[in-house]
């Protein structure tokens, strides 16, 4: 019990004189001057492109636009149609682990 507590007290210790070490060390830092501020490029460093909006990206009726409205904006392709995707339900059977067979 003794043990744990002198462990306790010596643990503070070290972290309280770890947070003096450091403020010390934070005030002796030189924050740079202004003139020595990296300064801003005299031309920009990259193109903004303005690209203008579709169309048909919005209804303009004030018709609520669902998910399944929206037009799909991928760069990801899979490039499989709906009868290629893989079937999902109680008769689907991928063979993967935990597909139900006997094993071996």
């Known amino acids: 019990m003794l043990g744990i507590i002198f462990f306790g007290i010596v643990l503070v210790a070290l972290l309280c004189a770890a947070m003096w070490w450091d403020g010390r ?3 002796a830092l030189v924050t740079p001057r202004p003139e020595e501020q990296p300064h801003k490029p005299d ?3 990259h193109v903004e492109e303005i690209r203008e ?3 048909d990206a ?3 009726d004030g018709e609520r636009l669902l998910p399944y409205n ?3 904006h991928s ?3 899979t490039g499989k149609g709906r009868e290629e995707r893989p079937k999902h ?3 689907a059977h991928s063979g993967s682990f935990g597909s139900g ?3 071996g």
Request: aromatic share 4%.
């Open 101 to 103: 067979g006997l094993g």
């Open 89 to 91: 339900g109680p008769n």
């Open 70 to 72: 929206m037009h799909p």
């Open 58 to 60: 919005f209804p303009h």
């Open 75 to 77: 760069s990801h392709s």
């Open 25 to 27: 060390r934070r005030a």
């Open 53 to 55: 909006a579709d169309e």
């Open 43 to 45: 031309r920009p460093a």
